[in-house]
Nanobody, 125 residues
Framework: QVQLVESGGGLVQAGDSLRLSCAPS????????MGWFRQAPGKVREFVAA???????YYTESMKGRFTISRDNAKNTVYLQMNSLKPEDTAVYYC???????????????????WGQGTQVTVSS
């Protein structure tokens, strides 16, 4: 069973940066994609960014430029660098793994097979 463990969340002030990490453990797959989603209180879960094994990246347009997704295949870890954080970025951030990115949309939560438990990011004004 694949397990995803997120880390790096916390309480920061507006304008600060955070880097989230996610390390999958368990069975591995060829050419899988890793994604980040977030869910604020009372809102639906929304796509943030994703990255394929090839390095191809996908972003929600409004976050592109402030957020950067990357992966270190040697460490089997994916990162989400978040800069210039705003209070509206406050949410629980989830890491997810998609086994078949070549035939599923990276932007849809239903494309992902495994999810982490989430890490809280709180941005104060």
């Amino acid at each position: 069973q694949v397990q995803l463990v997120e880390s790096g969340g916390g309480l920061v002030q507006a304008g600060d940066s955070l880097r989230l990490s996610c390390a999958p453990s368990g069975p591995t797959f060829n050419d899988y994609a890793m994604g980040w989603f977030r869910q604020a209180p009372g809102k639906v879960r929304e796509f943030v960014a994703a990255i394929r094994d090839s390095g191809s990246t996908y972003y929600t347009e409004s976050m592109k430029g402030r957020f950067t997704i990357s992966r270190d295949n040697a460490k089997n870890t994916v990162y989400l660098q978040m800069n210039s954080l705003k209070p509206e970025d406050t949410a629980v951030y989830y890491c997810a793994l998609c086994k078949e990115p070549w035939r599923r949309s990276a932007y849809s939560s239903t494309s992902y097979d495994y999810w982490g438990q989430g890490t809280q990011v709180t941005v104060s004004s």
